[in-house]
């Protein structure tokens, strides 16, 4: 129940964070509010570092900086993916194999699940979908490349989890610091490299900034949900975050929340009390 609520709250927290970062951009090229949610994110986990602690043995610092460099591949890929097809397809597909891959890993590493469980698992995976699918789903057949890259994007998004997920135990939040290293190194010299094409419009930096916070907070949530509970089952409840972006922006945005995600978010209701009840 603990790792439930914990991974819960990081889906919560993703959600949020995805929200504000759109929000952040919608003036500005998306690596300018990458530029000041990087470090604030990178600033947190330096501050839970006296509070957790951290272990930098070899394990965290591999599968930490291993973490990383999925993160930002996964950054790369997802918004390349939104940029050229279209969204109400590739955003499912993104969200249903970031959930499916670690949930096969979690499986393959023995982990077991209750009925309740088995019948739960499919139908969370259902509602990711449903929940992250906007308005005519299905309507616009994307590109194969644009296909490719969702499922690159997707995966990417998986292995990140994956990596964290196989960090010692015992090595606190050494993953999260190193990971954050090396995914804000990356973007931060992908930015430099590009910084011409960036145009000069500023990004909302409050906004920004905060959607850098929140996304720390949610690997945290995460990092200790996964070291508490089954990966499979972590990894698809964390998948359901569309739904806190969907419900902010229906409260911030004023924006319709269409009849299948109504559904989704009905169906991740049901999913997550089976859960539960593992």
Known sequence: MIALLLALGS??????????GGL?????????????????SFVVELLLWPVLGASFSAGALGWGAASG?????????????????PMNVLSPVTALVSA??????????????????????????????LVSAGHGAGSARPAHTALLLAFGAGAAIALQLVFLHQAPSDS??????VGRAVSSAITLAAAGLMYRRLGSERPAYAMSAAAGVLDSVANLLFLLAARSGDLAVV?????LYPAGTVLLARGVLAERIHRGQLVGLGT???????????
């Open 11 to 20: 889906s919560l927290a993703y959600g949020c964070a995805d929200f504000l």
């Open 24 to 40: 952040g951009a919608r003036k500005a090229h998306v690596l300018r509010t990458v530029m000041f949610a990087a470090p604030a």
């Open 69 to 85: 460099v999925a993160s930002a591949a996964a950054f790369v890929l997802l918004y390349r993916t939104l940029a050229i097809g």
């Open 100 to 129: 499916a891959l670690p949930v096969g890993v979690g499986l393959l590493q023995g982990e077991h699940l209750a009925v309740a469980g088995l019948v739960g698992l499919p139908l969370a995976l259902l509602a990711v979908v």
């Open 172 to 177: 606190g939040v050494a993953p999260l610091i």
């Open 235 to 239: 990894a698809v409840i964390v998948a």
């Open 268 to 278: 991740a209701a049901v999913a997550v009390g089976l859960l539960a009840l593992t």
